[in-house]
């Protein structure tokens, strides 16, 4: 038993958002926005999870026989993790958790960077043995058991970093060679949340089925086509599939108008193509953008009411920052 610190990075969604739930492919790149936890074994009587955020004094107490009643929104997601964990490998120590990261997250999967932060530091503390693919299985559930409904892509991402084609809920997770990607990253405000999106698509789905299934099966194919897209560098094509699962994104109604303004301005500044990443509803959009467009595009965006988001892509995944007995 030893203190470890893991990091994890955050994601964003090229292309494929919604139909990957329901076991289409996405595309998904990490972003260098760091989430961090840090595990210490504590000596007490009552084995017990005490969890704590790095900017508060503040600790939520668990006992392990008590975790996943998960009553509180700000430490759900590392008490779901903790409990799967608990599950597979009885955990017999207290111990102390504290998670850290940018108070801002931008909706780029804070969530899933900080439960891959929190198993991976577990798994090094309590010497575990758990690869990627089992680190991947475990967040995921946990995830599920927070949210009801996800497609595990951000928790993929969290893990293996990089650029990844994902597909059938994490059966299939290839990581693609692309040292880096042109593209502007704005921020249209905070979202309502992701599992509304996820429910009205749902429920879109139940009133249309031959039509959402039919726009699902044209995202899985723009996503299939964009990777080699992507793994050939064809930008201009792939701007153009950014382009058309946007409009698939509003057929599902989950753009909004501010978010379809940052898109219209990076268009008319001369991006190749531009869309909203991940659930809609705000958050973020991407524009893939030629190296000469980049700053009239940037200053398009902001002038649209959007915040330039400064983090790299193509981030490195789940690791160890230290390890200590
Ligand atoms: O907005 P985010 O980062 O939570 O992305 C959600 C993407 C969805 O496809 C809508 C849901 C999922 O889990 O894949």
């Not at 891959?116 to 090094?124: F, G, Q, R, T």
């Not at 039919?214 to 992507?230: M, N, P, Q």
């Not at 002038?303 to 200590?324: F, L, P, T």
Request: net charge negative.
């Amino acid at each position: 038993m030893k203190s470890a610190r893991a990091s994890a990075p955050g994601k964003l969604m090229l292309l494929g958002e919604h139909a990957v739930v329901y076991g289409h492919p996405c595309l998904v790149t990490a972003v260098d926005i760091r989430y961090s936890a840090a595990v210490t074994p504590l000596d007490k009587s009552t084995p017990a999870i005490h969890i704590h955020r790095a900017e508060s004094s503040a600790a939520r107490v668990i006992p392990l026989n008590e975790l996943g009643q998960l009553s509180e929104p700000e430490t759900a997601f590392v008490e779901a993790v903790v409990k799967r964990v608990h599950q597979q490998r009885t955990i017999a120590t207290s111990l102390r958790i504290e998670t850290d990261g940018p108070a801002i997250s931008y909706g780029l999967g804070s969530s899933s960077a900080v439960t891959v932060a929190a198993a991976a530091a577990l798994n090094e503390s309590l010497d575990l043995g758990f690869g990627n693919r089992e680190l991947f299985d475990l967040c995921f559930e946990a995830v599920l058991d927070v949210q009801g409904k996800a497609s595990g892509f951000d928790v993929a991402a969290a893990i293996y970093g990089g650029t990844l084609y994902f597909s059938e809920r994490g059966e299939v997770i290839t990581p693609l060679d692309v040292p880096s990607l042109p593209i502007v990253i704005g921020y249209s405000g905070a979202k309502v949340g992701t599992v509304s999106l996820v429910e009205k698509v749902a429920q879109l789905h139940s009133r249309q089925p031959f039509m959402v299934e039919s726009i699902f099966e044209l995202v899985h194919r723009l996503t299939d086509d964009g990777r080699y897209a992507l793994e050939q560098k064809a930008w201009a094509e792939l701007g153009d599939l950014f382009n058309i699962q946007q409009g698939l994104l509003d057929a599902l109604g989950v753009s909004t108008l501010p978010l379809s303004r940052l898109i219209e301005a990076a268009r008319s500044a001369g991006a190749w193509g531009a869309k909203l990443s991940g659930a809609g509803g705000g958050d973020c959009m991407v524009a893939l953008a030629e190296p000469d467009s980049v700053e009239a595009i940037r200053r398009a965006i902001h002038d649209a009411g959007g915040e330039i988001v400064e983090y790299a892509s193509n981030a490195s995944g789940v690791r160890i920052e230290s390890s200590a007995t």
